[in-house]
């Protein structure tokens, strides 16, 4: 992926020397060794995969052909909602870092995924795994807080009127935000070639075969075959209503990772920034934890709520996590690094809603 790519050099890290990555380095080799286990995934990855899937196109089947009493029909579509945003954190975002499998073939095959759900497995590695895990929260390239004018998320974007309500509206906007990904940022990064200020150098024929037969997939699966079925009155409901349902998760969970109190932020725009810490401690002062005492969220959200893990380790598999948080935060106390975290989920959304209203109101 590395050779199709170019990110523009707008930001480097002091990695001349890098103790502290080594120190972590050091201590999840030793808990892999010791343990006797691959940082990929297991059976309780594959388990996911198992009960996700069938449930997508089982619900999928249920809602469409035998399509029940229209306050069932919505609950059924909100779950189905709930069940493509839990396939991306949980099945394609393991896939697309290669650490779903050691198997280098069942990744990829795995990662498009992301194109079922309707988007494009391509671009996500680029825009995601290249850009974003590289440059956190470095505004003027990570593509993921650039929404700028419609939203700021970071104090070196400009300050419009209308921000001072984002805090009321963003739920809203972060409902609409899979079919902004399905019917204009894919097109966007295919034809412009580019996520933001980062050029793609090359797709490569296969992914231009793929882009097009997935699009047609969707427009087939998730729009023709439904309009024919239930009418297109009750399809064009039942379409946006699970999509806000799918949107809202999706784009809430990702932003609870980065856009809250505790993170931070760095200014590349229109220059050149040397960053003086090395990478590893970059991350995690541009990353958050949520709820890493919850079973039950460490298992809907794939993880995600481990997210400094996630981004100190992106091909180690989110099943692993949880063991390597003590390790990561022991690394963190030797070097005198704060270890962002919130203890439960809605503290973190408390505080995601705080720093909208204070970007809002303030330069």
Same mark, same amino acid.
């Given at each position: ?16 020397? $890098? ?5 972590? *380095? ?25 009960? %996700?899937?069938?449930?997508?196109? @089982? ?36 896939? +697309? ?9 069942? $990744? ?42 419609? /939203? *700021? ?40 070639? *580019?996520?933001?200020?980062? #050029?793609?150098?090359?797709?490569? %024929? ?9 699009? %047609?997939?969707? @427009? ?5 075959? #439904? ?10 409901? @039942? ?10 998760? /999706? ?7 980065? !856009? !809250? ?11 050149? !920034?040397?960053? $003086? ?14 709820? #890493?005492?919850?079973?039950? !969220?460490?298992? %809907? /959200? ?11 380790? #992106? *091909? ?15 690394? +963190? ?11 439960? /989920? ?18």
């Amino acid at each position: 992926m590395k050779e199709q790519t170019q990110v523009l050099n707008k930001a480097t890290f002091n990695n001349k020397q $890098n103790p502290f990555q080594e120190r972590l *380095r050091d201590l999840t080799n030793t808990y892999f060794q010791t343990h006797d286990i691959n940082p990929t995934g297991d059976f309780r990855l594959y388990l996911k995969t198992f009960i %996700l899937v069938p449930a997508f196109f @089982g619900l999928y089947t249920w809602i469409v052909f035998f399509t029940p009493v229209w306050w069932v029909a919505l609950l059924g579509l909100a779950l189905f909602g709930i069940v493509k945003a839990l396939i991306g954190f949980n099945v394609m975002h393991d896939a +697309c870092h290669g650490s779903y499998s050691t198997n280098k073939n069942i $990744n990829n095959f795995v990662s498009y995924s992301m194109n079922m759900l309707g988007s494009n497995a391509f671009f996500w590695r680029i825009k995601h795994n290249i850009v974003h895990h590289t440059y956190t929260n470095v505004d003027g390239i990570d593509d993921d807080i650039m929404k700028s004018p419609i /939203m *700021r998320f970071c104090e070196s974007q400009p300050r419009k009127a209308h921000h001072k309500y984002q805090h009321i509206f963003a739920p809203m906007l972060y409902c609409l935000a899979t079919v902004f990904w399905v019917f204009f940022a894919d097109f966007e990064k295919y034809f412009g070639k *580019r996520i933001s200020t980062t #050029p793609i150098n090359k797709i490569p %024929l296969k992914e231009h075969i793929v882009f097009w037969l997935t699009k %047609l997939y969707y @427009g087939v699966f998730f729009i023709a075959i #439904p309009c024919y079925v239930v009418g297109v009155g009750n399809w064009a409901i @039942g379409y946006f209503f699970y999509n806000a349902v799918f949107g809202f998760v /999706m784009s809430l969970v990702f932003q609870l990772a980065h !856009v !809250v109190e505790k993170t931070h932020f760095v200014d590349a725009n229109n220059r050149k !920034v040397q960053i $003086n810490s090395e990478w590893a401690a970059h991350q995690v002062d541009t990353t958050a934890d949520f709820a #890493p005492n919850s079973k039950v !969220v460490s298992w %809907l /959200m794939g993880g995600l709520n481990f997210q400094t893990i996630h981004h100190l380790f #992106p *091909r180690v598999s989110h099943v692993h996590y949880p063991a390597l948080q003590p390790l990561v935060i022991q690394a +963190c106390q030797e070097f005198n690094i704060e270890y962002n975290v919130y203890p439960t /989920m809605g503290e973190a959304v408390k505080s995601h809603l705080r720093f909208l209203k204070y970007l809002g109101n303030n330069n």
